[in-house]
């Protein structure tokens, strides 16, 4: 297992366009979450996975970003009709249980011109 | 709502010093952990060390150590013998376990450069 890997690393985009972003986590970890993080900042949540079922979602998330988790496996972040506000570098991460630390991916960077 | 605060933007120090990172956080909650995170430039983030709140005993990991201090919210980590491939941001970050609220929420970062 070599980690959290995501897909695309990056992303260049036009604005109005819809981009799918992809998480696959390490194996046996059942939480996964996603964060953004832009220029100079710390990374903000977003949402998180428990298994499939997602359990929080941040007011960051406008009703332009959703996501999922079939089956408990990999998961997806999509926007749809991106805005350049929608520029930042968006962070997955996955961890066994709620105490244990959280693993990150290397991100994929969204571009919206 | 929890806060995180890193007041120290950017540092620097001479490689093999000592170096002192700053965080405060605001809650309150009893029962939470403390993190310490590394995001090298264009690498992924990796813990750095953790703390629990319930655990008086400062956490240390190698060259890594924190102060601790739960009365004033305070959670510093301090770098010893730094070394070149320290250069890193660094972001402190807070976690409540309690179920249905296990987001991390990180400071803003210190860009930490350690000068040959």
């Known amino acids: 297992d070599t980690g959290v890997s995501q897909d695309p690393r990056h992303k260049i985009t036009k604005r109005g366009q819809n981009v799918t972003f992809r998480c696959d986590p390490i194996s046996e970890h059942n939480r996964l979450y996603w964060y953004r993080q832009t220029l100079g900042q710390g990374p903000e949540f977003l949402t998180y996975f428990q298994n499939e079922a997602q359990l929080e979602k941040s007011r960051l998330l406008s009703d332009r970003f959703s996501a999922e988790r079939p089956k408990g496996s990999f998961s997806t972040l999509e926007i749809q009709r991106t805005e350049q506000g929608d520029s930042a570098m968006y962070l997955c991460?996955?961890?066994?249980?709620?105490?244990?630390?959280?693993?990150f991916g290397q991100g994929t960077r969204l571009t919206v011109v | 709502a929890q806060t995180v605060t890193q007041s120290q933007p950017e540092m620097s120090v001479q490689e093999a010093e000592t170096v002192t990172l700053s965080c405060t956080y605001d809650?309150?909650?009893?029962?939470?952990?403390l993190f310490w995170y590394k995001q090298p430039p264009s690498r992924q983030m990796i813990l750095v060390i953790r703390q629990e709140a319930y655990k008086q005993q400062n956490a240390t990991e190698n060259r890594f150590s924190v102060n601790f201090q739960k009365a004033a919210k305070s959670f510093s980590l301090k770098i010893s013998d730094s070394q070149l491939g320290d250069t890193a941001m660094y972001f402190c970050?807070?976690?409540?376990?309690?179920?249905?609220?296990?987001?991390?929420?990180f400071g803003t970062g210190t860009r930490l450069t350690i000068i040959p």
């Open positions: 970050a807070y976690l409540n376990p309690n179920f249905g609220n296990e987001k991390l929420t």
């Open positions: 809650t309150s909650e009893n029962n939470y952990y």
């Open positions: 991460a996955s961890s066994f249980s709620r105490n244990t630390e959280a693993f």
